[in-house]
DNA sequence: GTCTATACCCCGATAGAC
DNA sequence: GTCTATCGGGGTATAGAC
């Protein structure tokens, strides 16, 4: 065991993202101050620009690990024949994702998309992703409602997490209800 | 007509929501800075506190006649026998709502959710008024997937705005569209 | 390598002059 | 009805203590 009076920099650092992931999800991203994250944790904010360039790497950091998991599934997806087992195959793991990676997370992007627009991290943001992903679910060919279907299913995994909170049910009993509901969009 | 070198109180006021909806909307409301707002239009950022008491003011004002057309459906809502014919009844006027509204409007609330479920103009906030209507499409023992089907048909019309954004079709074609997709969710 | 002190400029908001 | 001046607090940058 390491003394206690002392603070691996590793260790400092998680507890910052721990706080501000809190932070960030319960009052938004925006009017989350660098200051409450920092008084939370006993330190100053010059602190956490030690650990973080600044407040969007600290967001991006919370988001790495779950975008390279979106990005795994883009490029598997990518290099699938399309058609409807295809289009099964994404809403399940997508699915499946949204529950592994935690429901805190997507809450978290959802209830601050519009920050989360403008940022970059790695390949290209994740309105780009959410492309990525539509283009593997939809024929470019396909009428207007078919494409918009496509989408309106991806988001109804996400959404579900969102509109069904106060239903008093488990995240997992939301989460398999929103497949359901995702597959049904979908016709499959 | 007036003279053109003096501005009423009215205009002014006028041409300060205009531009406000305008960068609310491109660059969100937090991102946004009362002095922006002032440097568009010619004056300083005083002069703005002058014709709202404060930012969220601005944003309020906005709203209140969309608002005042939800709390309009509600109450209909709420006087009405349930049923299906009442979910029916109820997408439609709500998609109408939409379409008529005016898409920049619903655009504007979807890409600052956030901000906004912390206002309360009138009655009891956007987050509590969507209650309502959920309560008024949903029978209070319907199982958990039934209660999800009604709240994402909702959403569905708001969500479509956003994610069919880059089809390639007028607005008035995704509303259809979405309502389409809206009453097949609540399989009617 | 880890953190504090301090200073910068922009933010929303207010007071008071014109 | 609009301005200037000012306030506390926000994100950010850096110098330097340990």
């Known amino acids: 065991m390491a003394g206690a009076g002392r603070r691996s920099g590793q260790d400092t650092k998680a507890r910052i993202q721990e706080v501000a ?4 999800t319960e009052r938004g991203y925006e009017a989350t101050s660098m200051r409450e994250i920092a008084e939370r944790l006993g330190i100053t904010k010059a602190a956490l620009y030690y650990h ?6 600290i967001v991006v950091s919370l988001l790495s690990r779950q975008l390279a998991a ?19 195959e994404v809403i399940e793991r997508w699915s499946a994702l949204t529950a592994r990676q935690g429901v805190r997370m997507f809450r978290f992007a959802m209830a601050n998309q519009h920050t989360l627009r403008e940022l970059k991290p790695g390949r290209e ?3 780009q992703r959410f492309q990525l992903l539509f283009d ?3 024929d470019p060919d396909a009428p207007l409602e078919e494409k918009l279907r496509a989408r309106l299913a991806l988001l109804t995994v996400q959404m ?5 909170r106060d239903l008093d049910a488990t995240d997992e009993e939301l989460a398999e209800a929103a497949r359901k509901l995702s597959l049904e969009l979908l016709r499959l």
């Open 21 to 24: 992931l809190d932070l960030f």
């Open 52 to 57: 973080f360039t600044n407040k969007e790497d």
């Open 70 to 88: 979106v990005d795994e599934l883009i490029d598997w997806a990518g290099k699938q024949p399309r058609g409807p087992e295809l289009r099964r």
């Open 125 to 127: 943001g994740m309105f």
């Open 136 to 138: 593997a679910v939809t």
């Open 160 to 164: 579900s997490m969102i509109a069904g």
